[in-house]
């Protein structure tokens, strides 16, 4: 009878948690719906099935998974006056709202205020397998042909050159640093997207970067062509 009541127990909350996710789904492609910046719902929606992905492969809690990939840029320092804790007190917010337990909070606030890349020097150790997951499944969607779409969008977006032959790429030594810098979307290949690949935390993670960070160089190894008017055929 006992057993009965438990396994009732955790059937119930199994159904609160698939619901609070579904909630959170509603909310964040709400929140999102006019972003222009490459953090739209489409980004939010391909970390969030990547990070299912590898948190299938790699054993991890698929709640908590889920909701910190779904909330991971609800409120980005980029577009908050450069507060990087204003996504994991928005999200910290809405959790309460929606009556998550305490302590899965606090483990997925903290997910979110740490995934962030901060610049080439700065680490940014994610604690838990939940958190390395999305932080890789956050990376690799930097990487490849859409993390390249990405960066020129975001590059746009900010007024940024696409490249200037005259500007070094720079090593962020802190996150105050990387914050400020304004260089080019060429330039922010390499201050950080082909550093992502040495950066996965998991093996399935760094199996997926592997293509994605060939394809990268690939296109820049062609840009440099086309840059140069070096004969494709030479
Ligand atoms: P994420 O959402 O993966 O955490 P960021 O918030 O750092 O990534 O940036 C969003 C997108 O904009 C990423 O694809 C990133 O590479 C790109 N981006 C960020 N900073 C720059 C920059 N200075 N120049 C060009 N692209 C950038
Ligand atoms: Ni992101």
């Keep these: 009878m006992k057993l009965d009541l438990l396994q009732q127990h955790i ?38 099935q990547t990070a299912v992905y590898i948190a299938r492969k790699e054993k991890a809690n698929l709640l908590i998974v889920q909701l910190a990939a779904l909330l991971h840029d609800i409120a980005d320092w ?7 804790k204003a996504s994991a ?19 997925i ?9 901060k610049g080439a020097g700065v680490q940014s ?8 997951i999305v932080q890789d499944a956050d990376r690799l969607d930097a990487l490849g042909a859409i993390g390249i779409a990405r960066a020129f969008t975001y590059g746009g977006y900010k007024s ?9 790429p720079q090593f962020h030594a802190s996150f105050e640093e990387y914050k400020k810098h304004k260089g080019t979307t060429i330039n922010h290949f390499y201050e950080k997207l082909l550093l992502l690949k040495d950066l996965m ?6 199996k997926l970067a592997e293509t994605r960070h060939q394809f990268t160089q690939n296109y820049l190894y062609q840009f440099f062509l ?3 008017i070096i004969s494709e055929d030479a």
Excluded at 109 to 117: G, Q
């Design 11 to 48: 059937d119930t909350m199994g159904q609160t948690h698939q619901s609070m996710i579904d909630e959170t789904i509603i909310y964040v492609k709400k929140m999102l719906a006019h972003d222009n910046t490459g953090h739209d719902w489409w980004h939010i929606h391909r970390v969030w």
């Design 89 to 107: 007190r928005v999200a910290q917010k809405w959790l309460e709202s929606i009556g998550l337990e305490k302590e899965i909070i606090i483990h």
């Design 78 to 84: 980029k577009f908050n006056d450069g507060d990087d």
């Design 109 to 117: 606030c903290d997910i979110i205020n740490t995934v962030t890349f």
């Design 160 to 168: 940024m050159s696409m490249h200037d032959p005259n500007l070094e």
């Design 125 to 132: 150790q994610m604690k838990t397998i939940e958190g390395k």
């Design 226 to 228: 086309e840059w140069n």
């Design 201 to 206: 935390n998991t093996s399935t993670g760094k």
